[in-house]
């Protein structure tokens, strides 16, 4: 880490923090090619940020000091977590040995402030939402661990950056079917940490179906703002260790690493739009056994891994 | 008091020579179960206290699978793995003695002002008795083992074990420790659902009836949480101060050099520095965005003519009543997991246009008592009693079992007749999932006897090393 590198990561941090709505743009764009529509503006995910920040709040009167705090612990630990994970290079600006095991925990982290929030409004239909997040959380949080063992079997590390770097390309190389295996758990982890169909559906209107958007619903302001930044940037954080997973290569130049970057997240977002314009979701008891085909899925790769790295 | 068996346990490793690897395996499928069981049964509680108890034995287990992993280590001569265990076993053990204690304090001071543990008829305490509130918050996020509370660093510290027993120990054990990793994974989860459903439930929302108006908690009882809450800060955010001292615990239990606990944490994880620095980043960006806030509110501030109630999804009339409760919110993690806990529930729904009352009852049995101690505890009084009356029989008349034990499947019954059920309704995805299953026991049997595997490898040394 030198000070040329130190000096690089400020605009990377910018590029960073200023890319997650775009996803959700193209995510929105994508769906609605499929519906035949022009969809919203590019840019129209940050209007809605700007517009939000410049909006008063409202809290009813059942609400403490946590539903406050929800949104800004929330945002706080999903940016901490950012600091650990990989998005434009192979590095990052605080990784260290076993942060694999912080960065679930800080989303987890974030989950609980969010949830106990919405628990603060005392509206039966946010402790809805509320039980139904914790349910495929916690339940998304096995799957996401084996494929962490998966990657740190293949690449003798517990450091993300150095799991999903140069050593894991020689991985895919050596197991590619445990690879393949562990990038499919992952986007199934990914769909449903970020409320995505078949999971949860950011688009539906009755609140009796929703997960995410109902457990927000009493939030307003920039409070509301911090909540839908913090959805965008999970989503980028996740989706770069699901594209980092899935095509590693070796430390190229940033202003070539950086640009491919965008361009494969870019895809991984039109891609969660087809996903969503060709399925519907699933029914809330079927989640379940989607997320235990994540881990069964993560559980193969696992075994095919060991096979090779304990011959 | 529960940790007496743990102090027990290390000294006794102590004393004896490195077990074989059997033995830690055990120990450490003994956490898994303990973990798990115990965290799904806190989940299925009514009782505040009930609840916490159940936690102590999932808390026990995480402490299990570090020593299992230490045990390991001191098997198959990996040092760091000896080090990692047993350092996050004791460390773990610290910080259940910290939080669990603020725990109970903060759950004594929720009966002390209202007059009930039964979560679900509390609630809304956090407005009347916000300082116990924090505390209990505090305590709960660090039990979860999220960051930058203490929680979190015992666990860093048994995953660090655990990740370094799947990739450093031969097939079989580096399997156990991959399934170890997988379950502290779960537990944490479900101890977050479990937390959540506590926090959310009793102090949060509106206040439910047929509790005691809730009085503040006395000064003299926030001073001893207080003393509690600021060591599981410390700890978490500068585990460099504290984690170094369990290397000498560490030393005593196993033969291990002085430096050897500070060589393997930076090997395997890093220096528990790195997580202040973490913790420094993560204080300073929700100061940040506290700040921010604040000021964005203050410029766009709202002048409401009254206070506003909660959006009722346009229905206005919501009582405290119809709020989400404790047993409703665990319930969909129960009926995922109700092969293994086979949790009771009782519903009279209502049924025609004029119905009578209705009646919901929700109740799960615990396996260990149930299926293990009480019959242990039966036998034993049969014992004593024949002993007494000096007849087989143990007359006078033994007490029946209950009629509850007899009505219920025991757990492994249940798992087989679901199980049947299942194949026979045809449903793809338990196809699969028996796939799966047969590979992993195929896996399994490969690894048992193929040859260099680790259950074989000293005969076929033997072998070769024998004269033709």
């Given at each position: 880490?030198?000070?040329?590198?130190?000096?690089?990561?400020?605009?990377?941090?910018?590029?960073?923090?200023?890319?997650?709505?775009?996803?959700?743009?193209?995510?929105?764009?994508?769906?609605?090619?499929?519906?035949?529509?022009?969809?919203?503006?590019?840019?129209?995910?940050?209007?809605?940020?700007?517009?939000?920040?410049?909006?008063?709040?409202?809290?009813?009167?059942?609400?403490?000091?946590?539903?406050?705090?929800?949104?800004?612990?929330?945002?706080?630990?999903?940016?901490?977590?950012?600091?650990?994970?990989?998005?434009?290079?192979?590095?990052?600006?605080?990784?260290?040995?076993?942060?694999?095991?912080?960065?679930?925990?800080?989303?987890?982290?974030?989950?609980?402030?969010?949830?106990?929030?919405?628990?603060?409004?005392?509206?039966?239909?946010?402790?809805?939402?509320?039980?139904?997040?914790?349910?495929?959380?916690?339940?998304?949080?096995?799957?996401?661990?084996?494929?962490?063992?998966?990657?740190?079997?293949?690449?003798?590390?517990?450091?993300?950056?150095?799991?999903?770097?140069?050593?894991?390309?020689?991985?895919?190389?050596?197991?590619?079917?445990?690879?393949?295996?562990?990038?499919?758990?992952?986007?199934?982890?990914?769909?449903?940490?970020?409320?995505?169909?078949?999971?949860?559906?950011?688009?539906?209107?009755?609140?009796?179906?929703?997960?995410?958007?109902?457990?927000?619903?009493?939030?307003?302001?920039?409070?509301?703002?911090?909540?839908?930044?913090?959805?965008?940037?999970?989503?980028?954080?996740?989706?770069?260790?699901?594209?980092?997973?899935?095509?590693?290569?070796?430390?190229?130049?940033?202003?070539?690493?950086?640009p491919l970057r965008v361009v494969e997240l870019a895809v991984l977002a039109m891609l969660v739009g087809v996903i969503e314009s060709s399925l519907a979701r699933l029914r809330l008891q079927r989640v379940s056994l989607l997320l235990a085909g994540a881990f069964v899925l993560s559980g193969l790769a696992a075994v095919l891994t060991f096979y090779r790295t304990h011959a | 008091m529960i940790k007496t068996g743990i102090y027990g346990l290390l000294r006794v490793l102590s004393w004896l020579p490195p077990l074989p690897r059997t033995c830690a395996l055990v120990m450490v499928a003994f956490g898994v179960v303990s973990g798990v069981l115990g965290v799904l049964y806190a989940l299925a509680q009514h009782d505040l206290k009930r609840l916490l108890a159940y936690h102590s034995v999932e808390n026990i287990g995480i402490i299990g699978m570090g020593i299992g992993m230490g045990m390991l280590g001191g098997a198959l001569g990996k040092p760091a793995l000896v080090a990692l265990g047993y350092g996050g076993a004791l460390l773990h053990v610290l910080n259940h003695a910290l939080f669990k204690g603020l725990l109970f304090l903060s759950a004594g001071a929720v009966i002390q002002a209202t007059g009930t543990g039964e979560i679900d008829r509390l609630g809304g305490l956090a407005r009347k008795t916000p300082?116990?509130?924090?505390?209990?918050?505090?305590?709960?996020?660090?039990?979860?083992?999220?960051?930058?509370?203490?929680?979190?660093?015992?666990?860093?510290?048994?995953?660090?074990?655990?990740?370094?027993?799947?990739?450093?120990?031969?097939?079989?054990?580096?399997?156990?420790?991959?399934?170890?990793?997988?379950?502290?994974?779960?537990?944490?989860?479900?101890?977050?659902?479990?937390?959540?459903?506590?926090?959310?439930?009793?102090?949060?929302?509106?206040?439910?009836?047929?509790?005691?108006?809730?009085?503040?908690?006395?000064?003299?009882?926030?001073?001893?949480?207080?003393?509690?809450?600021?060591?599981?800060?410390?700890?978490?955010?500068?585990?460099?101060?504290?984690?170094?001292?369990?290397?000498?615990?560490?030393?005593?239990?196993?033969?291990?050099?002085?430096?050897?606990?500070?060589?393997?944490?930076?090997?395997?994880?890093?220096?528990?520095?790195?997580?202040?620095?973490?913790?420094?980043?993560?204080?300073?960006?929700?100061?940040?965005?506290?700040?921010?806030?604040?000021?964005?509110?203050?410029?766009?501030?709202?002048?409401?003519?009254?206070?506003?109630?909660?959006?009722?999804?346009?229905?206005?009339?919501?009582?405290?009543?119809?709020?989400?409760?404790?047993?409703?919110?665990?319930?969909?993690?129960?009926?995922?997991?109700?092969?293994?806990?086979?949790?009771?529930?009782?519903?009279?729904?209502?049924?025609?246009?004029?119905?009578?009352?209705?009646?919901?009852?929700?109740?799960?049995?615990?396996?260990?008592?149930?299926?293990?101690?009480?019959?242990?505890?039966?036998?034993?009084?049969?014992?004593?009693?024949?002993?007494?009356?000096?007849?087989?029989?143990?007359?006078?008349?033994?007490?029946?079992?209950?009629?509850?034990?007899?009505?219920?499947?025991?757990?492994?019954?249940?798992?087989?007749?679901?199980?049947?059920?299942?194949?026979?309704?045809?449903?793809?995805?338990?196809?699969?999932?028996?796939?799966?299953?047969?590979?992993?026991?195929?896996?399994?049997?490969?690894?048992?006897?193929?040859?260099?595997?680790?259950?074989?490898?000293?005969?076929?040394?033997?072998?070769?090393?024998?004269?033709?």
């Amino acid at each position: 880490m030198t000070v040329l590198r130190a000096i690089g990561a400020v605009p990377e941090a910018v590029a960073v923090l200023a890319l997650p709505p775009m996803l959700l743009s193209i995510i929105a764009k994508t769906k609605a090619w499929f519906g035949g529509r022009d969809g919203p503006p590019w840019l129209q995910p940050y209007y809605d940020l700007m517009k939000l920040l410049r909006k008063g709040v409202v809290y009813s009167r059942t609400t403490t000091w946590v539903f406050r705090a929800g949104p800004i612990v929330n945002l706080a630990a999903l940016l901490c977590a950012a600091t650990l994970i990989p998005v434009f290079s192979d590095d990052t600006l605080l990784g260290f040995g076993g942060d694999v095991i912080l960065i679930a925990y800080l989303l987890a982290l974030g989950r609980m402030l969010t949830v106990l929030a919405a628990m603060d409004t005392g509206s039966s239909f946010e402790g809805m939402g509320a039980s139904r997040e914790v349910t495929f959380g916690t339940m998304s949080e096995p799957a996401l661990f084996l494929s962490f063992v998966v990657l740190a079997l293949a690449t003798k590390s517990l450091s993300l950056a150095e799991m999903l770097g140069a050593p894991l390309q020689a991985a895919w190389g050596d197991v590619a079917p445990a690879m393949l295996l562990v990038v499919a758990a992952l986007l199934i982890v990914l769909l449903t940490e970020t409320c995505r169909v078949p999971v949860d559906d950011p688009a539906t209107h009755l609140e009796l179906t929703m997960i995410h958007e109902v457990m927000v619903l009493d939030h307003s302001g920039p409070d509301f703002a911090y909540i839908t930044y913090a959805a965008a940037l999970k989503f980028l954080l996740l989706g770069s260790i699901l594209v980092h997973a899935a095509l590693p290569h070796a430390s190229w130049a940033l202003w070539i690493d950086a640009p491919l970057r965008v361009v494969e997240l870019a895809v991984l977002a039109m891609l969660v739009g087809v996903i969503e314009s060709s399925l519907a979701r699933l029914r809330l008891q079927r989640v379940s056994l989607l997320l235990a085909g994540a881990f069964v899925l993560s559980g193969l790769a696992a075994v095919l891994t060991f096979y090779r790295t304990h011959a | 008091m529960i940790k007496t068996g743990i102090y027990g346990l290390l000294r006794v490793l102590s004393w004896l020579p490195p077990l074989p690897r059997t033995c830690a395996l055990v120990m450490v499928a003994f956490g898994v179960v303990s973990g798990v069981l115990g965290v799904l049964y806190a989940l299925a509680q009514h009782d505040l206290k009930r609840l916490l108890a159940y936690h102590s034995v999932e808390n026990i287990g995480i402490i299990g699978m570090g020593i299992g992993m230490g045990m390991l280590g001191g098997a198959l001569g990996k040092p760091a793995l000896v080090a990692l265990g047993y350092g996050g076993a004791l460390l773990h053990v610290l910080n259940h003695a910290l939080f669990k204690g603020l725990l109970f304090l903060s759950a004594g001071a929720v009966i002390q002002a209202t007059g009930t543990g039964e979560i679900d008829r509390l609630g809304g305490l956090a407005r009347k008795t916000p300082v116990n509130a924090a505390f209990f918050l505090l305590a709960a996020i660090s039990i979860c083992g999220l960051p930058p509370l203490n929680g979190f660093v015992g666990e860093w510290i048994v995953y660090g074990a655990l990740f370094e027993g799947t990739r450093s120990v031969p097939r079989l054990s580096a399997g156990v420790s991959a399934l170890g990793v997988v379950s502290l994974a779960l537990m944490g989860g479900l101890a977050l659902a479990c937390f959540v459903k506590v926090f959310g439930v009793v102090f949060l929302g509106k206040e439910r009836t047929g509790t005691r108006v809730a009085r503040a908690t006395p000064g003299a009882m926030r001073a001893g949480m207080g003393v509690l809450a600021v060591l599981c800060v410390a700890i978490g955010v500068l585990p460099g101060l504290i984690v170094p001292l369990t290397g000498a615990g560490v030393q005593v239990i196993a033969d291990l050099g002085p430096m050897e606990f500070e060589r393997a944490l930076p090997s395997v994880l890093a220096p528990a520095g790195r997580l202040s620095l973490l913790a420094m980043v993560f204080f300073g960006l929700i100061a940040t965005l506290a700040v921010v806030r604040r000021g964005l509110i203050q410029k766009n501030a709202v002048a409401l003519p009254s206070p506003v109630a909660t959006w009722g999804c346009g229905y206005a009339a919501a009582t405290p009543r119809m709020q989400y409760t404790a047993s409703s919110f665990a319930w969909s993690l129960l009926s995922s997991f109700r092969a293994l806990l086979c949790p009771e529930r009782r519903l009279h729904a209502p049924a025609a246009v004029f119905s009578e009352a209705a009646h919901l009852e929700s109740h799960t049995v615990d396996m260990a008592e149930q299926d293990l101690f009480a019959p242990l505890f039966r036998a034993a009084s049969r014992v004593s009693r024949m002993i007494q009356t000096l007849s087989w029989t143990g007359e006078p008349a033994m007490e029946r079992r209950s009629a509850r034990a007899s009505e219920r499947l025991r757990p492994f019954v249940a798992v087989v007749v679901g199980a049947t059920a299942a194949v026979r309704r045809g449903s793809i995805h338990v196809y699969v999932a028996f796939i799966a299953f047969t590979l992993l026991v195929v896996f399994a049997i490969e690894v048992w006897v193929a040859p260099g595997a680790e259950g074989h490898s000293a005969p076929i040394s033997v072998m070769q090393g024998a004269p033709q």
